[in-house]
């Protein structure tokens, strides 16, 4: 992939990308626009070090890529004056962290964000690692029977599953239909969209045969091959692709403190 105006350093061979060359603290080019668009595409999942943002720096950031999704269930996270930006933090206090079981975010949703763009300024000395795996790749290796078995199915994806146990007050719990394969609308390439944190059920088939499928699935999906773990620093920034990528937080630093700010970005109804 040729880049005019950053520079791309692939994390794995098949996910990830530290992005070089751009100063967030400030208004991009539309060459860096265009570039960042391309190497959000090819890599998934793009890294940023170094870049001491403030909550307009942020946003303007995820505009770049489309309006910005305020969730209903980060609500009680949300800070005070711009509703836009969840805080996430986590200290010895911390009884559960985001996203500690494999997911793409929200997808619960009827349709779910495009993506999001997390921002740490206090990381632990060691660990919290954030895992991102490749749901293209894992479709592709999939073999044909498999995917011609999954071709057209649609599956269940449910909040319960993942907020059941720390649904705050009033909290809304959506509960979606979606296809098994996916469309990504950017690529036009084909992905895995089924995650443990959120589907519950293959429609149209009983509830074995889906929970065995499921449980393959889920296996083959987090297979190391896929995925590239990122190690934060003070003032990192990852943009995750949430149409064609999963992740997991690794919360293996309690009690020490990580924390910071993301923001989601629009996304359109999965096909
Ligand atoms: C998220 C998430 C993982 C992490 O913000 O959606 O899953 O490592 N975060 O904080
Ligand atoms: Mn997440």
Known sequence: MEYSSITVTPLTPGIGGVISGVDL?????????????????????????????DHEDHKRFANYFGGIHIAPSTKPWQVPGHPEVTKMHADGDSKFVAGEDWHTDMSCDEAPPLGSVLYLHTIPPVGGDTIFANMYDAYEALSD??????????????????????????????????????THPSTGRKSLYVNRGFTTKLEGVSRAESDAVLAFLFDHLQHPIYQCRFAWQPHSIAFWDNRCSQHVATWDYFPQVRSGYRIQILGDRPF
């Open 145 to 182: 029977r498999m995917k011609a078995y999954l071709e057209g199915m649609t599956a269940i994806h449910d909040s319960r599953q993942a907020f059941g146990d720390i649904t705050p007050d009033g909290m809304e719990l959506p509960r979606s239909s979606h296809p098994v394969i996916r």
């Open 25 to 53: 603290t400030q208004p991009l080019s539309n060459a860096q626009v265009d570039d960042l668009h391309k190497a959000l595409d090819d890599r998934l999942v793009i890294f940023f070090r170094d870049q001491q943002i």
